[in-house]
């Protein structure tokens, strides 16, 4: 799944004895992620009520990750070899101060890698969504849940069609969703049915992002058609 989320910008031993941040930790999986992968030590920080879980799901790995129940522009001075931010950024109406805490506590010749939705490959997904959040937005959780649980259904029969159709995020569909558990699938559904905030960037916004807050060698993959991933790194002569 790491390697699928960096696609080509990160190699198998980019974060091999690295001191990492992962700003949005939620309840913990790309921290594991990120020390599966090598990191010698993942700063997590969550500042939502998921803080306790994300603590208990990785108190096995003790010393190597430390926990911080702060916002993402309150990031340690560091410095530290990488940031990331995994599907959080997109949420966040005003991210430049994540962006520019993350440069500031970076080591020179670190890098920041990010994920966020993309407005590129979404077209016809969200001439659909964006109208239809109107109605669910207001809808109580038990009528938004039985909702989700109709479209999963929706969406399962979508996925069986994008196995022989070439249709829009069929590489997502068949893919990503496809692969997860019914649990999961509904809850993604229901996810995208009351974002409190969600942002499908351009790819110029997506390099703009990093790039004007001081990062340079900035590179992006469009990762299943859908999402860009972003990397950029910190220049060597800045502090």
């Known amino acids: 799944m790491w390697a699928d989320i960096c696609g080509p910008l990160a190699g198998a031993d980019d974060f091999v004895g690295k001191t990492v941040v992962d700003v949005g930790s939620g309840t913990g999986r790309i921290v594991a992620m990120l020390l599966a992968s090598g990191a010698a030590r ?12 994300l603590q208990e799901n990785l108190r096995g790995y003790g010393n190597r990750v430390e926990f ?8 340690p001075p560091g410095p530290f070899d990488r940031v990331v931010s995994i599907g959080v950024l997109h949420h ?4 430049e101060p994540v962006v520019q805490a993350a440069y500031h506590a970076l080591k020179p010749g670190g890098k920041m890698l ?3 939705y993309g407005h ?3 077209q016809a997904y969200l001439r659909f969504v964006l109208p239809l959040r109107r109605i669910t937005a207001k809808l109580p959780h038990w009528c938004l849940a039985v909702t989700a649980q109709a479209l ?14 070439p249709l829009p995020l069929a590489d997502y569909m068949v893919n990503v969703l ?15 049915l009351n974002p409190a905030y969600a942002k499908y960037y351009r790819e110029d916004e997506a390099r703009a992002l990093l790039g004007r807050h001081g990062f340079m060698d900035i590179r992006l993959h469009h990762r299943r058609g859908y999402s860009w991933t972003v990397i950029g790194t910190k220049p060597d002569d800045t502090k």
């Open 42 to 53: 993942v700063v997590a920080i969550e500042p939502s009520v998921a803080f306790e879980v």
């Open 68 to 75: 911080l129940n702060v916002t993402g522009e309150r990031i």
């Open 92 to 95: 966040i109406p005003q991210p």
């Open 114 to 116: 990010v994920w966020l």
């Open 120 to 122: 590129e490959g979404n």
């Open 152 to 165: 999963t259904v929706a969406a399962d029969l979508y996925t069986l069609a994008c196995r022989v159709l």
């Open 178 to 192: 496809g692969k997860c558990s019914r649990d999961k699938r509904v809850l993604t559904v229901y996810d995208q």
